[in-house]
């Protein structure tokens, strides 16, 4: 059992305060060789991996390719020293570019300067809003963004970055953060389609896509086993990259109009204070923010995905220093924000990473490409990394999930639609903010309208049931309401017209009771609603009783002076209340002994 | 029965869609004699308490005296035609006054024409939105202010208010819309103070609390009946009126610098389409919106309170609509924001109207005083019209109820804290927004970890109890966990880690079961939860069942695949899952025969 939890719960079971903020002291105890070669021969097929990834995104998010290289180097340290997921791999991500693309394309032009300080900017302002909600434990903010919202936009922002690749393949120009631009500006520019471009961008792509589905059963067929088949499948990309610029190089073809990457400069990342600029950071705080989360809450799910396979766990709140930190070491390493990204999560995994070194051991591989393979990658063709793109996205869109939301829940599949519709019409944005909004507005809506039922007896049994749903006894001077939610502000006043309209329909009614099984909590609002209730019901003639309230909900009543002014009782049971209000019912329809009256009437 | 439904229910209980939106047709129909006399005596003592009243709200909103009384004019008669509630006198309220104030004096200057323009948009803006929301039947946003929140709101506002008008009693100039302002400026001038003012100002407040609390019991002991008793008293304002009026025309105190009305002008309402500024409505939405939204649940809170009295109801999306028809009259005929106000209504009630036609002869009388009274108002000292809102403010003030709450809810009294402190530090509309967002933020952060307990049999019956609270029986190979909430998007990660911590922490375990008795929702996050859940503790070994799940929850699983997935049962009762997992673990516990064994060892 030892073993067990400690596996289980890696930071918070053992060891302080210091061990919690830097797990790397927790497994770097225990770091043996046999770990260590694991560790480096992950390192080794992630860094092939990721060297045409990070050009690609780079180019995604309008930046020059060498800053992708440059953003996944030192966050990887970083995420090595705090993170809590053995496998995670940090750096640049497709929605994240997408979205670095529209925040830094609205404070300045692609290709400028300032274009890429603002990406360098918010990635500082990223990285110090997610070490900030990390120390104050706000990780449960991630909440607010639900499975199908989170599905949503991932979808429609993959497919706002596979049409927007369009333009690469094509060789035309385009631009533009939701569909309608994009696919107007490359309408109006098709007529410029390079030849050349065209083949290699969709020869790539074909290549890609087989590579991805083809390639891992050829080289079983051909008696590679299952896991390295699997892994040089990963390596795919890498040979589309070599064969491509071979191509350019051979056929001339950057004469024919084919764009490649051009030169990129041989160095290590520029390790620099960014700029802190007040009215820059005005500017950026809401995309920064919106970006912190989603990179956050794809981050995590990632992380969780793996750590289960292994029985470990990860720590969310902990997580968002490790991703703060590998922000702020981007933004300081000339980079731009990353997280978390599933497809090199899943190959370090896969390739074996047993411990966080091996993102270190990443970094130090790319360090190494960025100063002696750069030259090499002068004449990689866009249209290639367009393609390693397309096909790395178009695994993101999901259109199966829809189904199966709008199937089992309307309100989730109204929040879906409204994240997808308006991330594609409008953009990454206005369409996160909309998920947020349409989701909290539906809870609180449900919240507001809770489902209630009137309940009766079943025969022969202690259980009372809908009287809608089942055959059940009732009694016309007995009325049980059963309100399926907790009373709060929300739905008060809901309760009011609920009980009120129950009580007018019903009128030979002498004892109302509130059946509290399922209600978990009594807020002031709602406490001033039972007041009030009470009060009318007495008003009425009728007496409000409770039943089944549960322990802390009792606890708070006895706060406060509900239960002395209440005109009824609190029974443990519903078969109690019902049992014992029946009695009382009967005995008061039988006139009791009146001494006084007979005195008046001369009987004695 | 049939007359008491009737009275229940007064709108859509009988008639048609016209009388729901003119709720006028319904009542009219029944207007005899009897009702008509006790409206008209109702309506005479409303307007001589509406008089000075007016007057001073619109000076309270930084406007000219006459807009007080023609916001008091039209909206009654409309609200007589649209309203609901029987009782309910709409007009300029104290706290929507101050609401004026800030949100105009954001825009222009007092005493400006262009502050003039702003309050009648606001009046025109806020009826606009309220009609809307009526029509979209939106009443239940008013649910986002919760008790405790408009309690303090309107404690706050009348301290401001107070404080507000300490400047005309000593008759010097301040300004501010919060506390910290108010209180310098009143500092730096208190040396400007005018004896004369001052010595009535202090006169007709003490006069005033005098003629609320003493005139009553004088009167009675007098040998006046309680109820006309009631009324005079409520009458004392005018007598202030008309002393310090006198007062001033015979010592001459205007030439001394006690500040007057002045001349109001002799005239109907000014009966004009309001501008309609696209740049100027920009700039006043948000305060509308606040101001609409508070102005509505004032007016309902004291439209449900008269009407519970006659066991009548109002109609909250009526409401709306008939407060949009009264603030949009109150724009075309020059006056400013109004809605249901508590004294004149409470007056209007005790006065014995039965119907809105007493607000519309309450109309009648202003528009006489509008016309004949107003050349006798001119010598009325401001000092007089500041006591008059001093004395009916302080009655808002009301510093029990926080206490109530501290005791029983710290977090909604965390919620009345943040509304009072910043209403009475920056002001009224950062007040109600920060209400309205503490209270969700907090409502949502309890929704996001609820209460839930490892539960075991009480011994001897069939019920299942928090093993914390309860000496119960459990056993180390089931685990029993009852979630007291239902799961939504808010606790699904929290659900999730909270059951992988207890599985960690019971290495025996063979079964879990969820108990749901509370759950009376899930969505489709919590069910990606569920199912991860079953999936994480399929590969732990243990087995995953749910019991005395909810018909509507159990509906809603059958449209998905996780009851397939599911590795355990659905047990209709709890006794029902302890009893035959018990039993189960019993059998697995002892081997079962297995012939394949015997034969491998060679025993058969």
Not at 373 to 387: F, N, V
Not at 402 to 411: C, N
Request: aromatic letters at 6%; a neutral charge; hydrophobic letters at 50%.
């Amino acid at each position: 059992m030892e073993t067990d939890t400690a596996r289980e719960r890696p930071a918070d079971a053992r060891g302080g305060r210091l061990q919690r903020i830097f797990p790397v002291l927790d497994w770097g105890r225990h770091y043996g060789t046999g770990t260590f070669t694991n560790d480096l021969v992950a390192a080794a097929i992630v860094t092939i991996m990721l060297i045409p990834q990070s050009l690609a995104y780079a180019m995604l998010a309008g930046l020059p390719p060498e800053v992708g290289l440059y953003a996944s180097i030192l966050p990887l340290v970083a995420y090595a020293i705090f993170g809590t997921s053995r496998a995670l791999a940090v750096g640049p991500v497709a929605v994240v570019s997408l979205m670095t693309a529209a925040a830094a394309g609205s404070v300045a032009q692609q290709g400028t300067p300032e274009y890429l300080v603002a990406a360098i900017a918010l990635a500082l302002l990223s990285g110090l809003m997610l070490l900030v909600m990390g120390f104050l434990r706000l990780g449960f903010l991630a909440n607010l963004l639900s499975h199908p919202v989170v599905s949503g936009f991932i979808t429609a922002s993959g497919l706002i970055i596979a049409i927007s690749q369009a333009k690469s393949i094509l060789g035309i120009s385009g631009s533009g953060d939701a569909l309608p631009e994009l696919l107007t500006t490359l309408a109006r520019n098709i007529g410029d389609t390079n030849w050349p471009t065209l083949v290699i961008g969709v020869l790539s792509t074909a290549f890609l896509f087989w590579v991805r589905k083809g390639l891992k059963p050829l080289l079983m067929r051909l008696g590679m086993a299952a896991r390295p088949a699997d892994l040089t499948a990963k390596a795919g990309p890498i040979l589309a990259v070599f064969a491509s610029s071979l191509a350019v190089v051979l056929l001339d073809l950057e004469a024919k109009g084919v764009k490649t990457v051009g030169s990129i400069p041989q160095s290590l990342p520029p390790f620099a204070v960014p700029d802190i600029d007040p009215a820059l950071w005005e500017k950026l705080w809401v995309p920064a923010l919106l970006l912190s989360v989603i990179g956050f809450v794809e981050s995590v799910s990632v992380g969780q995905t793996l750590a289960a396979k292994k029985r470990q766990r990860i720590e969310p709140d902990q997580e968002l220093v490790a991703l703060g930190a590998s922000n702020v070491a981007s933004a300081f390493s000339g980079g731009y924000p990353v997280t978390g990204g599933f497809a090199r999560s899943v190959v370090n995994y896969d390739a074996g990473a047993e411990t966080p070194a091996a993102g270190a051991f990443t970094a130090v591989g790319l360090v190494m490409a960025s100063l002696f393979l750069t030259p090499y990658l002068a004449s990689l063709p866009i249209a290639t990394l367009a393609a390693t793109i397309i096909v790395a996205v178009l695994s993101l869109v999901d259109l199966h999930t829809p189904r199966l939301v709008w199937r089992y829940s309307r309100m989730d599949f109204a929040a879906m639609a409204a994240t997808i519709g308006i991330t594609l019409l409008a953009g990454v944005e206005p369409g996160v903010i909309a998920g947020v909004v349409v989701s909290l507005a539906l809870f609180l809506w449900r919240s507001a309208r809770p489902h209630a039922a009137v309940v009766g007896r079943v025969p022969g049994t202690e259980h009372f049931r809908n009287v809608k749903r089942h055959k059940v006894l009732t009694d016309p001077r007995i009325l049980t309401i059963r309100v399926d939610e907790s009373l709060s502000y929300l739905n008060a006043r809901w309760l009011e017209d609920y009980v009120m309209a129950e009580v007018a329909s019903h009128p030979e009614l002498r004892h109302l009771v509130l059946m509290s099984s399922a209600v978990n909590a009594i807020d002031a609002s709602a406490l001033e609603s039972l007041e009030a209730i009470n009060h009318r019901l007495a008003d009425a003639g009728v007496t409000f009783h409770l039943s089944e309230v549960k322990g802390p909900v009792m606890d708070a009543l006895h706060r406060c002076h509900f239960l002395e002014q209440l005109t009824g009782e609190v029974f443990l049971s519903q078969n109690d209340a019902f049992s014992s209000l029946l009695e009382r019912a009967e005995a008061e329809a039988t006139p009791a002994p009146r001494p006084d009256l007979w005195l008046a009437r001369g009987l004695i």
